[in-house]
T-cell receptor, first 115, second 112 residues
């Protein structure tokens, strides 16, 4: 099926390394979201795109986190100089409507482990 | 601060029984409340939502109840099946905003 896909599914990084996480949203979906999910917790909002425009980045925890969606489709979440506290599952979600809507379709996530 | 939280971290039910998962919220400005199901190793899956001006909405085997007086949300699953075993999250969408704010989740275990 043509759901949201994310790659890699698992990533192990040494502290201080840079990582890049990819999200392929459902074709035609205007809105794209990134969430961070710590073990045993609910997802927490990181950032939101409407097409290629990043309209809300209020959830990014530090300036080490950067997200882009240059052509309004695929998005990349980049974490520079990773720290152990960055270990989490990073979820991408997309939605058809401009306002995001309450029905966001989630990908399987990328589990990041920082050693 | 504003938050969405759950009363019970784990709920065990017998197959065929009805399940009730509860959630408390504090943001009166939310316009939608949503329930998601998350299975191990997967992303959250939309189950059902309810608009803030409603108090009940039914889907297939699921019912969501909203009590704005006490800021309480519940998900009822009828005739619970083994495939319903998962973590359930309530989430809210504030008016005019795009992000979802999730609670911490309830683990539902269905016993045969």
């Amino acid at each position: 099926g043509a759901g949201v896909s994310q790659s890699p599914r698992y990533k192990v990084a040494k502290r201080g390394q840079d990582v890049a996480l990819r999200c392929d949203p459902i074709s035609g979906h205007v809105s794209l979201f990134w969430y961070q999910q710590a073990l045993g917790q609910g997802p927490e909002f990181l950032t939101y795109f409407q097409n290629e425009a990043q309209l809300d980045k209020s959830g990014l925890p530090s300036d080490r986190f950067f997200a882009e969606r240059p052509e309004g489709s695929v998005s990349t979440l980049k974490i520079q100089r990773t720290q152990q506290e960055d270990s989490a599952v990073y979820l991408c979600a997309s939605s058809l409507v401009l306002a995001g809507g309450r029905e966001q379709f989630f990908g399987p996530g990328t589990r990041l482990t920082v050693l | 601060g504003e938050s969405v939280g759950l009363h019970l971290p784990t709920l065990s039910v017998q197959e065929g029984d009805n399940s009730i998962i509860n959630c408390a919220y504090s943001n009166s400005a939310s316009d939608y409340f949503i329930w998601y199901k998350q299975e191990s190793g997967k992303g959250p899956q939309f189950i059902i939502d309810i608009r803030s001006n409603m108090d009940k909405r039914q889907g297939q085997r699921v019912t969501v109840l909203l009590n704005k007086t006490v800021k309480h949300l519940s998900l009822q699953i009828a005739a619970t099946q083994p495939g319903d075993s998962a973590v359930y999250f309530c989430a809210e969408k504030a008016g005019g905003g795009n992000k979802l704010t999730f609670g911490t989740g309830t683990q539902l275990k269905v016993e045969l």
